[in-house]
């Protein structure tokens, strides 16, 4: 699992069967450290997503990837490797927040 920054969403008029129920967005990995710095904290590419969780723009999540993406029950049949399973509400880090959502 990884921490993501929601960027935007991604809208697909024609999907596979597996996604015809899912909202798309695109996801920025982020560090731990720093979950709402500026330009991701990872530096890492920009990625989609279904949503299983009811994310919205700007909002830090928690992303499943590769196979466990698909172990929920609404998403077995999704050809997808990376799912939203939660928003985050904090983080703590070495005794300390680096994010708590407001």
Known sequence: MQL??????VVASIKA???ASH???LLEPVAAE?????GGGSGSALYVAIDLAGAGVGEVVLVA????ARVDADCGSAPTDA???????SVQLDGRATFVKR
């Open 17 to 19: 069967a597996g996604l």
């Open 23 to 25: 909202k798309l967005l």
């Open 65 to 68: 990837l590769g196979s466990a």
């Open 4 to 9: 993501a920054r929601v960027r935007g969403n």
């Open 34 to 38: 720093a979950p709402m710095a500026e």
């Open 83 to 89: 799912a939203v399973i939660a928003i985050v509400d």
